[in-house]
């Protein structure tokens, strides 16, 4: 168990110690708790620091249960197992990817994201349960250019970090639990990521690289 996201950050960069200080390699976090984890490992790493804003697409019904998710251009990723068409994921996404759209101006104030054409992406998240919001982000890199994509969480359900491997070049975890309820269980502390949190974490990485 973790104490909180700043320790598992720094646990997770010991995980992907090999990738410090190399030319061509960004860390994307995906908000926002993962931003949290993504800034101890770029911090660590001496390397910088971006998000990939994905967002889970909830059931009519169920909100909390993810039917899939969606990219930051605006496409989906459909759970296999939930029964809903590409064409009703998209349909009923139509809200999320405005959420997305406002996080990203919010989060990068205007400002274009880090060309990954060529580059190494390191995908983090404080925790990966169903991958949807990770196999989104993936996705988009992957389209976008990156020539190496490594999914990294400190926990990823044993099934998901399976699957992960089909998808991403590399995925690393500290842990791969078999039994796997919620990304919190694995936390003494999961208190919910603010967007001034975010902001905090990636105005410090600015600074670093000035």
């Known amino acids: ?27 994307f976090g995906i908000p926002r ?17 971006d998000v ?19 990219d930051p251009d605006g496409q989906v990723i459909v759970n296999e197992e939930a029964g809903y068409s590409v064409a009703e994921v998209e349909h009923l996404g139509r809200t999320v990817r405005e959420k997305i759209g406002r996080r990203i101006d919010l989060y990068r104030g205007g400002l274009l994201g880090v060309d990954v054409e060529g580059a190494v992406a390191i995908v ?13 982000a993936v996705s988009y890199l992957r389209r976008h250019g990156a020539s190496h994509i490594v999914v990294a969480a400190p926990v990823i359900a044993a ?29 003494r502390h999961f208190e919910q990521t603010s967007d001034d949190e975010v902001l905090e974490a990636l105005g410090e990485d600015d600074e670093d690289e000035d």
């Open 159 to 187: 099934d998901t970090a399976t699957l992960m491997r089909t998808e991403a070049d590399e995925v690393i975890a500290i842990e791969t639990p078999s039994v796997f309820y919620a990304v919190g269980q694995f936390y």
């Open 33 to 49: 708790g993962g931003v949290i984890v993504a800034d101890q490992v770029a911090t660590r790493l001496d390397l910088p620091l």
């Open 124 to 136: 983090v998240d404080d925790g990966i349960a169903t991958g949807l919001t990770a196999r989104a």
């Open 1 to 27: 168990m973790f104490r909180d996201r700043q320790e598992a950050g720094r646990m997770l960069a010991e995980e992907l110690a090999r990738y410090a200080g190399q030319d061509d390699i960004v860390v």
């Open 52 to 70: 990939v804003v994905t967002s889970k697409v909830g059931a009519p019904t169920n909100s909390e249960y993810a039917i899939g998710a969606v």
